[in-house]
């Protein structure tokens, strides 16, 4: 199982790590032809503006839009779940709209305002203890009734999936647990499963 991890800014080696760890094969994907030889994506955390500035240059936003269609699972975190979202807000701007989720960017403080706390993933009806780093993470202020709420943080979702795309407000890849990205490679499995 091949799983691609979106290598224009932001976190990708950790992630890299993180799946090597489940027994998936992480491939860096730097342009949009390379996301025809992987099963799943992992978009990274990072700067969401320049994530979308270099998107929009290297045209994965057709190439992504393609991918999703055919139902290949998609992980995105913190600034990837920024791009994944239905809406986002301060400021507002593009984002691919693939898991009916509104967010709000920087909603959990600033840089210096980066936070580790506790808190419970419900993963495939278990319940799993989970270490949960924030950095000027975006808050989900609402989701839709098909996006199934996976963990909770004061309330609000940080960790949420609808169909094929997973979301993660926080950054699973910086903690030594594997646990979501195990699940995430599930989620591949069954997508490529006949
Ligand atoms: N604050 C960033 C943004 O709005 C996301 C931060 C992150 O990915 N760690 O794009």
Same mark, same amino acid.
């Given at each position: ?5 979106? *290598?224009? =800014?932001?976190?990708? @080696? /950790?992630? *890299? ?6 027994? @998936?094969?992480? $491939? ?9 030889? $992987? ?22 936003? &057709? ?5 999703? *269609?055919?139902?290949?699972? #998609? ?17 507002? =701007? ?7 989720? &509104? ?7 600033? =840089? ?14 278990? @319940?799993?203890?989970?270490?949960? #780093? ?6 989900? /202020? &609402? &989701?839709?009734?098909?996006?199934? $709420?996976?963990?909770?943080? =004061? ?32 989620? $591949? ?6």
């Amino acid at each position: 199982m091949k799983i691609g991890v979106l *290598a224009l =800014q932001g976190d990708f @080696a /950790l992630h *890299a790590a993180a799946l090597a760890r489940c027994g @998936a094969e992480a $491939v860096e994907v730097r342009m949009p032809a390379q996301l025809a030889g $992987v099963d799943g994506l992992i978009m990274p955390g990072g700067e969401s503006t320049t994530l979308l500035k270099l998107m929009h240059e290297w045209g994965f936003v &057709a190439a992504l839009e393609k991918f999703h *269609a055919e139902g290949k699972p #998609i992980f995105g975190t913190c600034a990837g779940l920024i791009l994944l979202a239905r809406e986002v807000a301060n400021p507002e =701007q593009f984002s691919l709209g693939f898991i009916d989720v &509104a967010v709000e960017r920087n909603a959990y403080g600033r =840089q210096r305002e980066s936070f580790e706390t506790q808190g419970t993933a419900t993963l495939d009806g278990a @319940a799993h203890p989970l270490t949960m #780093i924030f950095i000027r993470a975006p808050r989900i /202020l &609402a &989701a839709g009734p098909s996006v199934e $709420v996976l963990a909770r943080h =004061q309330g609000a979702p940080v960790l949420a999936r609808e169909g094929s795309v997973l979301v993660a407000a926080f950054h699973p890849e910086l903690t030594d647990d594997a646990t979501i990205h195990a699940y995430f490679c599930r989620m $591949v499995a069954e997508a490529t499963s006949p």
